[in-house]
């Protein structure tokens, strides 16, 4: 029988740094006489209470390291558990949303993805601006952690590849998970402190240089302003696109630069592929709006820029009115939506790497076919891709999509029209933020989606954070027959 002490040990202990976490928000607003802070401190306390019962009660389960198994369960039990508690400040203080609705922000919170269902954030109490940032930034520092320590272990859509690179944690999971998360927590809280000293500098408020530094670090993207980036014109943009990117290429990476290693950060074959791919966007986009508008052309190239990096990387901030831009702007939107960032980072989606080896296997398919008595192996930068590799990811992308196609059907069954349907499990499932269609257009927010929709993109929210497979395997009952 499977052991859920330790996950239970894990969770209760993460719970309660959550719970640590909430008192921030609501010592600011209690500094700043706003009455919000009791009602987070209320939220807090609650958070704090739970998360220690659960520890303690777990303590005596807890025996070194976790198993494959046990590592399966912490990655659903610890993303479900961090939105429940991460939506008590919504439930108890401002803006006071019912529980879907809190859900929905919390989750959207935790996984990065960053669409909102509140409007009025310019009005909302700073704790609370606050606690969206919070959300974003430790849910984008989670997520790396589990990119870099249990995926590789999970084999889950190709992501043991990376064990080849000395990310292997098979058997020593705690150990290494130790010296990769205090490498990562060192490049995050850096990354983090610049783009905010940056933000600064460019004339944003503290709050709103704070809140935009920790979700764009994140990707993820929940802003302090109803206007997204709109409310800050200019040099804002270019720098926000810059620390997006930066925030979508794999950490461990800036790791390995500063222990020594200068040109690691290049060497990486994702990092050369997305920035050709975001180049090539970038440029259909802006000549698209050429063509199209007689706006200036440095508005259109910043905007341009602004909005595609930040879909490419899943971030979801918006400047302009991108969603206006015409169908050609939209489909090229969708279609790097679809990629994501990189591996080991806190973007979403397919991730670079496996549409790499995508890309590889049709072209070493067509070479095949072209020419049957050659063996032509998949490569990717320079080594072999092993079958296992190859079939684990094939299903992870053939899931991804079959999984688009039957959840945004489910959501026109809840009365969503099909485009808002098929943009809002496109930006749910790709943790991407973004919304478009009919009923996003008012507000630029799914608040008028019905309740059965936004569970949907719940659902689908954390589906695509926790890579599929790992959700997938956990329904099989021979996973807890084992």
């Not at 807090?44 to 303690?56: E, K, Y």
């Not at 198994?69 to 949303?97: I, N």
């Not at 190859?390 to 026109?412: C, D, E, K, P, Q």
Request: aromatic letters at 12%; glycine letters at 12%; a neutral charge.
């Amino acid at each position: 029988m499977l052991d859920l002490r330790p996950v239970g040990f894990v969770v209760g202990l993460l719970v309660v740094v959550m719970g640590v976490s909430m008192m921030v928000p609501a010592a600011v607003d209690l500094a700043l006489a706003d009455p919000n802070g009791w009602d987070v401190l209320e939220a807090a306390i609650l958070t704090l209470l739970a998360g220690s019962m659960v520890t303690l009660a777990c303590a005596n389960g807890v025996k070194g390291q976790l198993n494959l198994r046990q590592a399966f369960v912490l990655t659903f039990a610890l993303w479900l558990a961090l939105s429940f508690f991460g939506a008590m400040p919504f439930l108890f203080g401002a803006p006071r949303l019912g529980l879907t609705d809190a859900l929905f922000e919390s989750v959207s919170g935790i996984t990065t993805t960053g669409s909102t269902v509140i409007v009025g954030l310019d009005g909302m109490p700073a704790g609370m601006n606050l606690w969206r940032g919070m959300m974003n930034w430790l849910g984008g520092l989670g997520i790396a952690f589990i990119a870099m320590i249990f995926l590789p272990v999970m084999r889950v859509g190709g992501m043991q590849f990376f064990r080849t690179e000395g990310f292997d944690t098979m058997g020593k999971v705690l150990p290494r998970a130790t010296d990769i998360a205090w490498a990562l927590l060192q490049v995050y809280v850096g990354l983090t402190a610049v783009c905010g000293l940056t933000y600064l500098a460019l004339g944003m408020s503290v709050l709103d240089a704070t809140v935009n530094a920790m979700a764009t670090i994140a990707t993820g993207g929940f802003s302090p302003a109803d206007a997204s980036f709109g409310k800050y014109p200019g040099a804002a943009e270019y720098a926000g696109a810059l620390f997006m990117f930066l925030g979508s290429l794999p950490y461990i990476r800036f790791a390995q630069m500063v222990n020594g290693a200068p040109t690691a950060l290049w060497r990486d074959a994702q990092l050369r592929a997305l920035t050709r791919w975001l180049a090539y966007a970038v440029a259909m986009v802006v000549l698209w709006r050429l063509m199209t508008s007689d706006q200036a052309a440095e508005q259109v190239f910043r905007e341009a820029l602004f909005n595609v990096t930040s879909i490419f990387t899943g971030t979801g901030f918006f400047s302009g009115s991108f969603g206006g831009w015409g169908g050609f702007a939209m489909l090229v939107a969708f279609s790097v939506g679809m990629i994501g960032g990189c591996s080991g980072s806190s973007s979403g989606a397919l991730s670079v790497f496996r549409v790499q080896v995508l890309f590889a296997a049709i072209v070493a398919q067509v070479r095949q076919i072209a020419a049957p008595h050659r063996v032509t192996a998949v490569r990717y930068d320079g080594r072999r891709v092993e079958d296992d590799v190859m079939n684990a990811l094939i299903l992870y992308v053939t899931s991804y999509v079959l999984t688009i196609g039957v959840l945004s059907v489910l959501m026109t069954l809840t009365g969503v029209d099909t485009l808002s349907a098929l943009f809002g499990i496109w930006t749910s499932l790709g943790n991407i933020g973004y919304g478009y269609g009919p009923l996003v257009a008012p507000t630029g927010t799914f608040i008028d989606f019905p309740e059965a929709a936004k569970w949907l993109m719940i659902v689908a929210m954390l589906m695509g954070r926790l890579a599929l497979l790992a959700v997938f395997v956990l329904v099989l009952p021979r996973f807890w027959r084992a």
